[in-house]
């Protein structure tokens, strides 16, 4: 599985962008997809996930603000961020997992950039 990220970009405070991950390869087989971000000096941290049933997992800082979402036919996930705060400032990671007989595979897209200016 290939990911490939985009819709980084520089944004106000208040302002809005979405992010789209692009995946290919073995799709089919894909049982969550998601969206992590990362700052300087500091761990990746998940921001949300889909799974291939659509329940959605969102960390407790971008609920109410931040919406994933997934295209099956154009085998994309997106991240819709509004009400963006400069704390969102980050590199965005897309990141896909699946499982096959049982072993359990991750993937991850190169990361797109959002700054946030206050």
């Known amino acids: 599985v290939q990911l490939q990220a985009s819709g980084g970009g520089l944004v106000q405070a208040g302002g809005s962008l979405t992010l789209s991950c692009a995946a290919s390869?073995?799709?089919?087989?894909?049982?969550?997809s998601g969206w992590y971000r990362q700052t300087p000096g500091q761990q990746r941290d998940m921001v949300t996930t889909i799974d291939s049933g659509g329940t959605t997992n969102y960390a407790d800082s971008v609920k109410g603000r931040f919406t994933i979402s997934r295209d099956n036919a154009k085998n994309t996930v997106y991240l819709q961020m509004n009400s963006l705060k400069p704390e969102d400032t980050a590199v965005y990671y897309c990141?896909?997992?699946?499982?096959?007989?049982?072993?359990?595979?991750?993937?991850w897209g190169q990361g797109t950039q959002v700054t946030v200016s206050s």
């Open positions: 390869g073995s799709t089919l087989s894909i049982a969550v």
């Open positions: 990141y896909a997992e699946r499982s096959v007989r049982g072993v359990r595979y991750t993937y």
